[in-house]
């Protein structure tokens, strides 16, 4: 009897954030940011894939909610008509796919249009706040790899493993070429994408940046496995 008292009373005495820890350390959240053509999505998905964990790329949040505009007709720089839009939308995410009406739409998220546009939708405040939302819905119960701008500062600030893969310009230009996923020319994807920083490093809110605790890894001179089993060591820490 007194054995078991004594344990009853250690439980008593833990700290008061003992069991929310505990509860929320249920789910793994692996986080990764970094500008357009750093490799977060290979990598997050090659995780995600290998770790049995769920993707979700936010970034296709956005890309679906520009993608639904375009088809509707919204204007873009009309604030908002877009957030009235994507407080309406109706976006599920299945299978690290994503579904606009529930249409799968994820194989129409990568047009020149599509690039062109997203990221001014994304620079909207409610917008964002709309999106992240809606990420963390999705990541409630589940262990996840999400990537995008703002996971490792403020969508997810206390995920159990935070990343940033940065390269420079000229290798994220050269790697959007060589998947052929554009009809533009080299110079054209490097321009694209050195605005497209600047629009990102800019926003008002959830601006793409490094923040404290977060491992940064330039992948310039690393393929895709190099980079992988980095991470992967890190995780296992």
Known sequence: MIILLSRFAVILFLPLDYFSKAIYSIFMVIAIDGPAGAGKSTIARLLAERLHLTYINSGNIYRALTLGCLKKGVDIKNSEAVVMFAEQANITYGDGEIFLDRENVDALLHSDEIDKNSPLLSAIIP???VVNELVRKISKDIDVVVEGR??????????????????????RARRRFEQSVSGLSLEEIAAAIQKRDEIDRNKAEGSLKIVDGVIVLDTADLTIEQTYDKLLAYIRL
């Open 127 to 129: 917008i964002r706040r």
């Open 150 to 171: 703002d996971m490792t500062s403020v969508v997810f600030p206390n995920a159990d493993h935070r990343f940033y893969l940065d390269a420079s310009i000229e290798t």
